[in-house]
């Protein structure tokens, strides 16, 4: 066992955890924090994205230790102050889900890409920059509509985490 | 139309938790003391199981239990079951090896459970089955579909040859009449590839057992928790109906593979029981690929028969379906009576003829999977229709509409009475969309950049809003599939519907709010939808068949009719008017030609306060319950179609533009109609281009993750047109003919007669990978430098 501590959505944690655990089941086991979702065993499908220092990664492939110190925000923490950010917001609003499963990973990868690429993004740009992350409901149509929507309500109000953060 | 009543697209109340992180699915609950169960499977294909010795594993740190299935008959717990029987050609009973939960004296496919390990936590279970010693006396595989009738090797000693069932449907001697009298015929040999649902949310369960009451607790990944309860209860045996509580909470997506009562799930609450302990397992993506029940995997000769004029003068049709290892719950219904009565699709066919042969193989249980048999169907009428109409030199677009059934109702010759619909317009608004006239300018430039280009039509139809009981009875189902609701409301007006129906991402939640909302006058935040809980929904039959708005909301419907005639008599008490004098119009309850009235909330405090009436003249109280059973199938149909760029130097196959134009009669909420058109054509698309699971010869699964399945993924796919055009469903009281299944079976076809119109020629199977474009293109280029 051995002791990690970390930031995660703002709040400071300490945990003394097996060294083979990763951040994935950190959130989901030791923090209750269950909106971050495993839905695959290769780090391909994506309902595992959290923020890592500001940083899109796969909490799946990613190992509670090797965060010590950092600051994680998941899809629990994105909202602030009972306001919707603004992807959540154009998720909804644009039918950008169906069973949810994969939209908390959706949703964090979108806000990255926003943060990485800018708010005026094409559907081209976004169909690639969402490789990693697979919807078996939606065909992606609403989706790619709701990150378009999502990136440029970002640029007009919320700043985006990253910045936001730093 | 209100803003938030049917028509309109409501912004789904379901959504806050889900984009929030709140969402509450299976694996995200978890009960005090809970262990943990991992599943040994077995590594071989096929092989009996000599011994299984688990005494070493169960020394291990933290086992609390090893179990195989000498304890789950030593139990009598019994096996998995098929629901729906089938008769072979001569009137005798399909031919069903048993289906233990846990192998007993054999295993047959690669993940087969040999034995379940429970312990404190899921690596300590994990390491002890590691340490379980089974020694198998391996037998040689069958694998092939086409082939495992004729394999010396057996699955099952009650199933000689493999063979589940020789069935056939239709009009032998008519059909073959059909083709003597044919000028053309056309010939087809067609696979309908195997593939893996995968919902994004991976089946779990959590079973708890209640010393005190005796009683059992499953949390489980379930379309259909009511259905799991029946089977769990009367033919497994794990415990009666009244000592067995089944909840679905948030479910991350079914399209058929959570319908099934499934081995897992079945073990995890018998074990909660055993260990004294409530047992969780949750399935890994692996575990996924080896032993969700697959779809698909048919092979197919077809024929059709035509007149000088090009008038569809006969089908015949002979499948082999595989059903993999065992007969998983459904499994025997769809490449039968959810497969073949399709094969008239939406055209007049005087005579079809249907021989399907059913098969075991050392493959995973093969089951519904969106669209369910409809889809394999359609692959074959629309293939067949669109080569017929190249042979011809007929424009297919017109070929279709020559051949188009025009009046309703029809009678087919494969069972199924079409209620009503109007192909051409589909047709017609489906040509618009695509720009067809465009089309041979923009092939032209694709030409002229080196690219193949070709447009593909899929005319689909599909038998949904399953089902009359009656109707299903009579076809061998084991259950009716009828709907059950109840509208409670309470004293300040606001309600509560519960539903047999299960939302796994249909947005049930809003829809039937929206009906609700729609009839009572009501706010849609006063209505809650309560599903997926046994406990709290008397009896359901579940989501699958695009039946949760013909069938599910039909039931609310009545009940809603009901909790109104309750609400006239309140308030013909309050009112002091006579109850035949009492009408019921936007919310309120008004006695004619005056102004007086009650309002929807007021009628429902005074149903409770029950001061203005006695309980001999009303029963107090305002909560009403309908059971709605519906008298024929919906008949929703459509036109997709594919336009695509083929290049020939790498094979990649780009979708350039998609027109989906539906018929699925009274929309309750466009936005939620399309986005369930958009998600099927994904899962179709997928089927054509990308997706196949692969059994080698040994029957290993070498497609078993994300690296090696290929699916969809945002760049692989376009933006949709999607259009509708409607034929209000005349038997059901919504107009309701369904959505959910539309777009996988549209989809195939449209793809694949949109790259054989690209290459020129019809040599290519599904998945059409850019490997097996880039040789079928290598083809094309040939003959056209031979040209």
Known sequence: ?166 | MSATGIGAPVRRKEDHRFITGQGRYTDDINRPGQAHAYFLRSPHAHATLKKIDTKAAAAMPGVLGIFTGDDLAADKIGGLICGWMIHNKDGSPMKAGPHPALAQGKVRYVGDHVAVVVAETLAQARDAAEAIEVDYGVLPAVVDTATAAQAKTQLHAEAPGNTVFNWHLGDKDATEKAFKAAKHVTKLDLVNNRLVPNAMEPRAAVGDYDQGEGAFTLYTTSQNPHVARLVLSAFIGIAPENKLRVIAPDVGGGFGSKIFIYAEETVCVWAAKKVGRPVKWTSDRTEAFLSDAHGRDHVTHAELATDAEGKILGMRVKTTANLGAYLSTFSSSVPTYLYAPLLSGQYDIPAIYCEVDAVYTNTAPVDAYRGAGRPEATFVVERLIEVTARQLGKDPAKFRMQNYIKKFPHQTPVIMMYDTGNYGASMKKALELIDYKGFAKRKRDSGRNGKLRGIGFSSYIEACGIAPSAAVGSLGAGVGLWESAEVRVNPIGTIEVLTGSHSHGQGHETTFAQLVSDRLGVPLENVSIVHGDTDKVQMGMGTYGSRSGAVGMSAIAKALDKVIAKGKKVAAYVLEADEADIDFKDGNFLVKGTDRKLDFGSCALQAYVAHKFNGQDLEPGLKEGAFYDPTNFTFPAGVHICELEIDPDTGVTRIERWAAVDDFGNVINPMIVEGQVHGGIAQGVGQALLEGARYNADGQLVTASFMDYCMPRADDLPSFQVGMTVTPCPSNPLGIKGCGEAGAIASPPAVINAITDALGHEDIAMPATPQAVWRAAQKTLSRMAAE
């Open chain 1, 1 to 166: 066992m051995a002791n990690v501590t970390m930031t995660v959505n703002g709040k400071a944690v300490t945990a003394n955890v097996d060294p083979r655990t990763l951040l994935v089941q950190f959130l989901r086991e030791h923090l209750r924090l269950t909106g971050t979702h495993v839905g695959c065993d290769t780090s391909q499908c994506g309902a595992c994205v959290v923020h890592l220092d500001g940083k899109a990664v796969k909490s799946c492939t990613t190992l509670a230790l090797a965060c010590e110190g950092a600051s994680v925000t998941t899809i629990e923490g994105l909202a602030s102050g009972g306001a919707l950010h603004p992807m959540q917001e154009a998720f909804r609003e644009h039918h950008g889900l169906q069973c949810g499963f994969c939209t908390p990973g959706m949703i964090m990868s979108a806000v990255d890409m926003v943060n990485r690429r800018g708010h005026a993004l094409d559907e081209k740009t976004i169909r690639e920059d969402l490789d990693g992350n697979i919807c078996r409901c939606t065909g992606y149509h609403n989706i790619v509509k709701a990150v378009a929507a999502g990136a440029e309500a970002m640029g007009k109000g919320a700043a985006p985490v990253r910045q936001a953060a730093e």
